[in-house]
Every structure is written in structure tokens, then in C-alpha cells.
Antibody, heavy 116, light 113 residues
């Protein structure tokens, strides 16, 4: 069974940093892209970033480029999203997803709250 | 970036009736190299992760009931639920994966009338 489990969410002050993790199992991790998507309270889905199978290529949406960094580790079958310079508008549930272009399997999400 | 626009924003349909959701992209999602439309539909129920329903504009995922169908090409697409069931209450999103960032529509909230 394909499983993706996010962790690392929580409360952080504006300007702070947080690192989200995504543990993958039930499939051959190295064969798929990995994507992060978020949903702010009362808002729709926002695609954030994706990384290719060997971690050599990544793409970001403008709103997070330069602040967020996506990465992956084939040794531990996991992905990460390093989030810096966080703003109140980054408050959201963050999902990692296995991407086959489109995103075919999703984790349950982890909540990030940016507030003082 | 490609802009995806859904209509309507919300929709109330009686049980057993048809629900139709539209999605329009700011540029064509049809690839000339493989004649495929890079358009997906997702169902998002409260408290659950989004679920992929359809890819390539009309290809249903395994396990998705055949009363759910997708159609369209180029810049105009439609998701149809032919006979609404209670479990179909959700927010539905279209997404283009023609080019990154792979943008979503704003969502359509489907409710029972």
C-alpha cells in the first residue's frame, strides 16, 4: 500500500524556519517525482514545488521560490521541504504527494501555523 | 504561469441528478507530441487528502465509479457526475500538469440540494 506521512508541522513565529518531512513507503521511491502542495484555511489547493527522481531538478511556484527548498533522500525514502522567512500567509496544511504528473497519491498533511 | 478557472464556485444538486463542473485554462493543455491533454481532476473531502479522480482529461483512475467522467480538450474541460450520490459531497479541483508550476483551479464546492 502506498503511504506518505508528513511530519514537522507546528507553530512558528513570522520570519522563522521550519522543516517538513515526508516518509514514503509501499512503492519504489526512486521512480517518482515528489511534490508539495498546501491549503491555507478556507482557501484552495496551491502547488508549491516538485523534485525529480534523483533530486537533480526542482521547480517552485513564485510565492515560495527563494524561501522554500525541496529535497529528497533515496537512502531513507523521504522528502523534505525547508521553509525559511515564514510569513502569516504561509499558514496552511502542507501535503506531500507522489507525482506521476499528476499527483497520484497524497499524505494526510501537516499543519503549519505562522503567528506571533 | 497557466491560470485555471473553474465554474461555478459552488453547486447544489439533488441526489440522483447530474452535476457538471467546468474548468478553463489560460493556454492550451493539449500536447502536439502525444495528442494528450495535461488536465487532472481531484476530489477533496473535509479532513482527507485530495484524491485523484481523472488524468489526461478523461482517464478515470482505478476504483473511481463510472458515473464520474471527464471531457474536453485544449482549454475547456468538464467533470460530470451523472447521478449524484451522498458520498460525492466534496470540493472538486482541476489541475494542469502541462507545465510547472502545476496550477489548480480555485475549486468547486458540490453539495446536496
Amino acid at each position: 500500500e502506498v503511504q506518505l506521512v508528513e511530519s514537522g508541522g507546528g507553530l512558528v513565529q513570522p520570519g522563522g524556519s521550519l522543516r517538513l518531512s515526508c516518509a514514503a513507503s509501499g512503492f519504489t521511491f526512486s521512480e517518482y517525482w515528489l511534490t508539495w502542495v498546501r491549503q491555507a484555511p478556507g482557501k484552495g489547493l496551491e502547488w508549491l514545488a516538485t523534485i525529480n527522481q534523483d533530486g537533480t531538478f526542482a521547480k517552485y511556484v513564485d510565492s515560495v521560490r527563494g524561501r522554500f527548498t525541496i529535497s529528497r533522500d533515496s537512502a531513507t525514502n523521504s522528502g523534505s521541504l525547508q521553509m525559511n522567512s515564514l510569513r502569516a500567509e504561509d499558514t496552511a496544511v502542507y501535503y506531500c504527494a507522489r507525482s506521476e504528473w499528476p499527483e497520484s497519491s497524497w499524505g494526510q498533511g501537516t499543519l503549519v501555523t505562522v503567528s506571533s | 504561469d497557466i491560470v485555471m478557472t473553474q465554474s461555478p464556485d459552488s453547486l447544489a444538486v439533488s441526489l440522483g441528478e447530474r452535476a457538471t463542473i467546468n474548468c478553463k485554462s489560460s493556454q492550451s493543455l493539449l500536447s502536439s507530441s502525444n495528442n494528450r491533454n495535461y488536465l487532472a481532476w481531484y476530489q477533496h473531502r473535509p479532513g482527507q487528502p485530495p484524491k485523484l479522480l481523472i488524468r489526461w482529461a478523461s482517464a478515470r483512475e482505478s476504483g473511481v465509479p463510472d458515473r464520474v467522467s471527464g471531457s474536453g480538450s485544449g482549454t475547456d474541460f468538464t467533470l460530470t457526475i451523472s447521478s449524484l450520490q451522498a458520498e460525492d459531497v466534496a470540493v472538486y479541483y482541476c489541475q494542469q500538469y502541462y507545465s510547472a508550476p502545476c496550477t489548480f483551479g480555485q475549486g468547486t464546492k458540490l453539495e446536496i440540494k
